[in-house]
């Protein structure tokens, strides 16, 4: 009896209940069982799996660690590891899992699902091929589903692609992880067109369904059009992007991993600018659970993105605290010590800064390439041009590569140090001689060697590259020609006997439309053509507009007081002050107005002071001696030669007494 009823009631309520999903009730009746007898391993595991129905996974497993001696692993391994996988203790789960010898197939099944979570793709794929291939029930589909979103993480994540599966795409599931997989091959077209027909199939499922409202068909597209916003950022379509991921956040879907993931999209394209709204969506990778939805990968982006966000709005210190936050994380990475460098760098502390990353470059030789490069980028903002080509040449990697020799001859042309990009030039060109020879990108590199040289005045230097260009193709005419530039200022008889290799003007000339090449766009001299004969007609003259009749050109104006009789002035078209009659202008020259003389003087003089009025007076432009003769006959007494009376005195007397005390 256990509480005064038999256990053959207490055990029929506890299947009647479970047969209706009462799991509340059922779990009364199995304490019940369990007063009579605590050790009971059917009533124990029971009760576990009504736990685990009610959700409450900690108390499932209190009562399976207080019964560890009764519960084997055999017997309770699925509901432990079960309750260890809800609880996100994922290593617990895999160990109990792997505890296990003999595995049913629920076990498999968690067993992939726990090696997904761990990001152990390949394991996962394992799993599920087996199960797929030796399990025959109503969960196929759902194994293909999980088995393509497997492919898809290996695609996108570690850049692994397993041959062709044949999974179907007759749900929008396996659709959207197809267009997933194709996203981590680069085939951006063709995902946005499975993207497309996962919209579809997902409208088409749902709108069967009558209880399903508008709103919860856009909540379950939101992971679809989150995933079609990214394609078109890696299209370069950001405008598009963005407004696409606005629209995914506006819906607020429930699931937080997706919030986390979109508002990092958009901070990454606000990049240094919009910095508010930045703020505002790096609130939203902060929620609760985040974690726990997404892969180790994508957590350090986002990570990575907050601490270049705090860079940008001068956080220097939350900037710190991240990236030594990502640097204890993952100290192999070389991101967060960047992030540190170009904080520094934003403090004008660039000493520091390569100070860091050599001092990191120590320790992790293998990222060599990012951090070499920084620093020589560090030390050209500092101006030691010398020092940045030091660093690049010491990254072995990229010695030989185009991209670095180009860089290396310019930085060395620009110190004026044309022996080092000689050394670059020939050090690069031995290399493509053992490893290369005769690619495009020998003769490339041995073409430009030599234009550089003869750039230079080395033309001694430049003639073996030109003579190895010549040899790989004879019929190159200017490299023909250069070669006997080179040679005319070092052999000019070699240069003579390699003349004879020119071709003839015959063969040199060609059929070029010289009226077609001046009227082109940008021609600078336009031969002028030849004049029509007279009363010869055109036949495309008439009926257009845009022929110009001829200006007849007119006749200049004459001066009103013109003599045709009297030869002009050759002198007329210089400046009054640059003739040869000019002597200046006499200071105080007065003219004819009362008032307007010195004190004393009398206006009737004035008229005789005229001398054009005189009967003798000089013509227009009188030649120098004249007006001197005329001045000294006068017998009339200059103004300033005239004494004053004595009330012009007393005149003058008071005026000087009006200025005033302290007056200049």
């Known amino acids: 009896m256990a509480g005064g009823a038999p256990l053959t009631t207490l055990w029929t309520e506890v299947n009647r209940f479970g047969q209706t999903a009462d799991y509340s009730r059922a779990l009364k009746s199995l304490n019940k069982i369990l007063q009579d007898d605590k050790d009971d391993v059917t009533a124990l595991h029971c009760k576990v799996v009504c736990l685990v129905h009610g959700g409450s996974f900690k108390e499932a497993l209190n009562v399976i660690h207080t019964h560890s001696k009764v519960l084997s692993s055999d017997v309770i391994a699925f509901e432990k590891a079960y309750c260890e996988y809800r609880l996100n203790r994922i290593e617990s789960a895999l160990r109990t899992i792997e505890a296990v010898d003999q595995r049913t197939d629920k076990l498999k099944e968690l067993y992939a699902q726990v090696l997904y979570r761990l990001e152990r793709y390949e394991d996962c794929l394992t799993v599920y091929r087996d199960l797929i291939r030796n399990s025959q029930d109503d969960y196929e589909e759902e194994r293909k589903t999980n088995l393509s979103a497997v492919v898809a993480a290996l695609s996108t994540c570690e850049h692994s692609y397993p041959e062709d599966l044949g999974l179907p795409e007759t749900s929008y599931e396996l659709c959207y992880n197809a267009a997933c997989t194709l996203i981590g091959e680069g085939k951006l077209s063709e995902a946005m067109n499975k993207l497309q027909k996962a919209e579809e199939l997902c409208r088409q499922s749902f709108s069967e369904d009558t209880d399903i409202n508008d709103e919860e068909i856009d909540a379950e597209l939101a992971i679809i059009h989150a995933q079609m916003a990214y394609v078109m950022q890696l299209q370069g379509r950001n405008d598009d992007a ?93 991101l967060p010590v960047l992030i540190q460098a170009a904080q520094m760098c934003r403090e004008k502390q660039h000493t520091k800064a390569i100070e860091l990353l050599e001092d990191f470059l120590e320790h992790h030789p293998e990222n060599e390439v990012e951090l070499k490069m920084t620093v020589a980028q560090l030390y050209l903002v500092q101006g030691h041009v010398t020092k940045a080509c030091d660093i690049l040449r010491s990254i072995d990697e990229k010695t030989n590569k185009l991209g670095m020799v180009s860089a290396l001859v310019t930085m060395y042309s620009h110190e004026e140090d044309i022996d080092s990009a000689i050394e670059i030039f020939c050090q690069t060109i031995q290399w493509y001689q053992e490893h290369q020879p005769n690619t495009p990108a020998h003769l490339l590199l041995v073409r430009e060697a030599a234009n550089f040289k003869l750039k230079y005045g080395r033309q001694k230097e430049a003639i073996s590259d030109l003579e190895q260009l010549w040899r790989q193709n004879s019929a190159d005419v200017r490299t023909l020609a250069q070669l006997i530039s080179a040679y005319s200022l070092v052999d000019p008889e070699k240069a003579k006997i390699l003349s004879k290799h020119l071709p003839s003007l015959e063969a040199m000339s060609f059929k070029v439309d010289v009226d077609a090449l001046e009227n082109s766009h940008g021609a600078t001299y336009i031969r002028k053509k030849a004049g029509k004969v007279a009363g010869e007609i055109q036949p495309n003259e008439r009926g257009q507009g845009d022929i110009k009749k001829k200006k007849k050109k007119k006749r200049g104006k004459l001066p009103k007081n013109h003599d045709p009789k009297v030869t002009p002035d050759p002198e007329r078209w210089l400046p009054m002050r640059e003739r040869s009659y000019y002597r200046g202008r006499k200071k105080g020259k007065k003219k004819e107005l009362i008032g307007k003389g010195t004190q004393g003087a009398t206006s009737s003089g004035t008229s005789e002071l005229d001398a054009s009025k005189t009967v003798n007076s000089p013509p227009t432009s009188p030649r120098p001696g004249i007006a001197a003769s005329v001045a000294a006959s006068s017998n009339i007494v200059p103004p300033r030669q005239q004494k004053p009376s004595a009330a012009s005195k007393k005149k003058q007397q008071q005026k000087k007494k009006k200025g005033g005390k302290g007056g200049w």
Do not use: W
């Open 242 to 334: 963005v407004q696409l991921y606005n629209q995914v956040i506006k819906l607020k879907p429930s699931d937080v991993g997706l919030l986390a993931v979109t508002a990092n999209n958009i901070i990454t394209l606000n990049k240094d600018q919009n910095v508010f709204d930045s703020k505002k969506k790096v609130k939203l990778t902060n929620a609760e659970g985040v974690e726990h939805k997404l892969t180790h990968r994508q957590l350090q982006a986002i990570e990575v993105n907050k601490a270049l966000l705090a860079m940008h709005t001068n956080q220097a210190d939350q900037c710190r605290k991240l990236t030594s936050s990502l640097q204890k994380q993952d100290p192999m990475t070389p």
